[in-house]
């Protein structure tokens, strides 16, 4: 029996059922672009801990930060007596998200967690009960981001009942929406909101600018700036849930940049601490401060380890040009992928944008989405030592997320096993 063997057995016995893994191999390191597993066999990371290690595992910055840390002083609680750290972090993330306005931050330890507090400081500050979200979305598996999450299985299913005051509108999905153009599909949305909520009631509509766990959905050009300017006229808020899309990974260090669109709040976790759990609402001033003192917090929010692994983080993502290297990525990435699409007829679309990219499977008929066709790649790819992820609310979606650091000659030997998956699934 192989060690990650014996390890699954003890898992079974001590693990709840409901806490599932991709693989059936127990880690023991990780770097740039690759994990090792305890039996000693190598991966090509294609998932980067879910769009986390955007920096890579175990980032030469984010090591020496937390090891100076942790010898300093391990917790405080940020309520109880404060340290510089989560200070810093707070301005740096002021400072690099999108809105040339004057911003606030407050740090937390989930992107649920971040993603509940934004819709407290959306309540709070409107006035206002409803929170609008789209079809496919994802936000999280908290009762309230249950709520705000599209898909039951596995996420919903007999966890309810739910948030109330939420409501889903239809999202800009290109390639199943007939091609609809991105204000006409905003206009579609903007009319539910309308007739089903009304306008004077919504405290703020959450969109993923890119979709993750839904599909890797793309909304068509104009949708994002058709919402901002709704909300605006609305007096509702617009919170970008930057959580997977963040810290570089779409090639700009925040998607909404892509349309120069500027959220009044923003929802980050995910890449921002270079694998230490950490998570931030950042917006504006106003909204921020509206929340009386005392009203925001959590006993581990900003932990100063993720704080200086955050900063460590940034400081990587910005010395060695990660939104570059994202874009490079993708240049590499996409070539292949295409290759791969015009020889197999599954592949109805590539898309995405930076490191953050998938393929849509369907069926002959070119419509119907293939989830077992999807299964079949994605394990097949496992079984050469590629780690792929898949999405989307029907299943068929492969999705790509390397970490941004990975060399090219990494990144070509995952694409050539993933093009000799398609070739023998
Ligand atoms: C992962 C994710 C979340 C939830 O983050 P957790 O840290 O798992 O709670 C929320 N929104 C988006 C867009 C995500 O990708």
Known sequence: MSISEELHKRRQAAVARGVGSVIPCYVERGGGGTLVDVDGREWIDFAAGIAVTNVGNSAPRVVAAVKEQVERFTHTSFMVAPYESYVAVCEELNGLTPGGFDKRSALFNSGAEAVENAVKIARHATGRPAVVVFDHAYHGRTNLTMALTAKNMPYKHRFGPFAGEVYRVPMSYPLRDGGLTGPAAAARAIDVIEKQVGAENVAAVLIEPIQGEGG????????????????????ALLIADEIQTGFCRTGDWFACQHEDVEPDLVTLAKGIAGGLPLA??????????????????????GNPLACAAALAAIETMREEELCA????????????????????????????????????????????????ATAAVSAACHRAGLLTLTCGTYGNVLRFLPPLVIDESTLTRGLDILDAAFAGA
């Open 216 to 235: 890797f959905v793309v909304p068509a050009e104009g949708f994002l700036p058709a919402l901002r300017e709704w909300a605006t006229a609305a007096g």
């Open 280 to 301: 931030a609402v950042t917006g504006r001033a106003d909204v921020m401060d509206a929340v009386h003192v005392g009203g925001l917090g959590g006993t581990y929010g």
């Open 325 to 372: 290297a994202a874009r490079r990525i993708e240049s590499v990435m996409t070539a292949r992928l295409r290759q791969v699409a015009a020889r197999d007829p599954r592949i109805a679309e590539v898309r995405g944008r930076g490191a953050m990219l998938a393929v849509e499977l369907v069926q002959p008929d070119g419509f119907t989405p293939d989830p077992l």
